[in-house]
């Protein structure tokens, strides 16, 4: 069985470009979670969907990033323009729906350096 | 608001020695508490998954434990070998905010061979 994949592994853009990022959970998982982890500092959380609903967006920094879930399949996580900051390892994650006790897989995670 | 601390940062120990990582949490309104391992420029795999009801879950040489009351976790290597070099993870889904889990800071454990 496939893993969570993501793509790319690496992007490297200047400042004020757009990138996009794409994950792929595993079949049959409706939840998808997007998390990030900047130089230095834990892993956080951004924003996880529901199928193709967003059920908490709270985590996401501010209007330059977009997450999108059409069709409950895969999500592509969208920043434009990108600063400086957002330079970081980004990770996606799925479970299945269920309580609150499943246990969530991981991607490999996208690496993003905005010079 | 959850705060998630892992002590030690880092440690290095000799091949075949038995290890404990430390996990403590301040909330103890948690749904439950995972464990994960992270290997240089790899994702996340999930070691253990203890739910707030339980105590204990076992995987082979880890053991993990979990007081919800003190706010602690613990993960116990037996018998370690230098394939368990990696960061160790511990995280916590708190009751308040259930699509979240929260990460501690990590643990970068190496042995030696």
């Known amino acids: 069985e496939a893993g969570v994949t993501q793509f790319p592994s690496h992007s490297v853009i200047e400042k004020g470009q757009t990138v996009t990022l794409r994950c792929d959970p595993i079949?049959?998982?409706?939840?998808l979670y997007w998390y990030r982890r900047v130089m230095g500092k834990e892993i956080k959380f951004l924003l996880h969907f529901v199928k193709e609903s967003k059920q908490d967006e709270s985590g996401m920094p501010n209007n330059r990033f977009l997450a999108e879930r059409t069709g409950g399949t895969y999500s592509t996580l969208k920043v434009q323009p990108a600063e400086l900051e957002d330079s970081g390892v980004y990770f996606c994650a799925s479970s299945q729906v269920g309580d609150y006790g499943e246990k969530l897989f991981f991607g490999s995670g996208t690496q993003l350096s905005v010079l | 608001k959850q705060e998630v601390t892992q002590i030690p940062a880092a440690l290095s120990v000799p091949e075949g020695e038995n290890l404990v990582l430390n996990c403590s949490f301040t909330?103890?309104?948690?749904?439950?508490l995972q464990w994960f391992r992270q290997d240089p420029g790899k994702g996340l795999t999930s070691l253990l998954l203890?739910?707030?009801?339980?105590r204990e879950q076992t995987s082979g040489r880890l053991n993990a434990s979990l007081d919800k009351s003190s706010g602690r976790s613990t993960l116990y290597i037996a018998a370690s070998q230098p394939g368990d070099s990696a960061t160790y993870l511990c995280a916590v889904r708190p009751e308040s905010s259930a699509s979240k889990i929260i990460f501690g800071s990590g643990t970068r454990l190496s042995i030696r061979p």
């Open positions: 909330d103890s309104a948690i749904y439950n």
């Open positions: 203890i739910q707030s009801s339980q």
């Open positions: 079949s049959g998982h409706d939840n």
